[in-house]
């Protein structure tokens, strides 16, 4: 809820933060929507990371005090969503990016410019430091991988989309990407220079980012793991465990992004080898 007096007001705009860095190869991205319930613990873990990260938070027009709690947490660049539009997750990830890699653009100290950066979703209740460790790792450090994306233990009626739409789908249009666990993964590790080719073709708005991403890394030719970070329990599954139809719009845009993605890369004609 909105407060109207003048300090908490100031308190709710999201504070230019912009000298906010640490020195760190790694920026941490956070996108949220009325994430006040998960955002200060979860800053908190990423600030105890080993790599010490930047941390940026891209915030979609929240209209509880997700914005004042993560200035009060100190440390952060927040910045707004650079288009009020929903569902706008991808418009989300590409301000986080383009916010990150401007900074590296602008930077007069080459040292202190980002080596990768990596995506959290705002709502996870359990996690832990060694969450960002384990993905940044594989990146940073001789691992020789372009990506990383998490998968985890989660609640046998949760990631709905996931089974249902995304493997399936993967599995007749991009059968090399079926063993991936966790194709819709908001857990997402890159170097920058994969961050800034994929950037210029033209992600989408939606739902349909995690997956596009995905996509586009391993057409790329790049090296990805998947890292596991254990049980995932987050926010967003106690709005639709109850119903599934709520997630229709994602279903929907997962969807047909990897129809667009397939016939780009001229795959949808294995539409022809499926028996129904």
Not at 230 to 243: I, P
């Amino acid at each position: 809820m909105e407060n109207s007096s003048k300090d908490n007001t100031s308190n709710n705009e999201p504070k230019n933060t912009s000298s906010v860095h640490n020195c760190s190869d790694l920026a941490v991205i956070v996108c949220t929507k009325n994430s006040g319930s998960t955002i200060k613990n979860l800053l908190l873990n990423i600030k105890q990371s080993y790599f010490k990260p930047d941390i940026i938070v891209v915030d979609g027009f929240s209209t509880d005090d997700t914005v004042k709690i993560t200035n009060n947490v100190g440390g952060v660049r927040i910045i707004q969503q650079s288009l009020k539009k929903y569902p706008g997750k991808g418009i989300a990830m590409k301000t986080g990016l383009m916010e990150a890699i401007n900074f590296n653009t602008n930077s007069n100290n080459l040292v202190n410019t980002y080596r990768a950066i990596l995506f959290l979703d705002a709502d996870i209740k359990n996690i832990t430091p060694e969450w960002i460790d384990d993905l940044a790792k594989p990146v940073l450090e001789g691992g020789g991988f372009d990506m990383t994306r998490g998968f985890y233990q989660r609640h046998p009626r949760d990631a709905a989309v996931t089974k249902l739409i995304a493997k399936p789908m993967l599995r007749i249009f991009f059968p090399e990407l079926s063993h991936f666990e966790q194709p819709l993964s908001g857990e997402v590790c890159s170097n920058i220079s994969l961050w800034k080719k994929m950037l210029k073709s033209g992600p989408p708005d939606g739902w349909g980012i995690d997956v596009w991403f995905l996509i586009e890394a391993i057409i790329s030719g790049s090296r990805i793991k998947e890292v596991y970070l254990g049980n995932k329990d987050h926010s967003s599954f106690d709005d639709y465990k109850d119903d599934v139809g709520i997630l229709s719009k994602m279903a929907e845009q997962v969807s047909f992004t990897i129809i667009k993605e397939a016939i780009k890369y001229q795959r949808f004609e294995a539409f022809k080898n499926i028996e129904i």
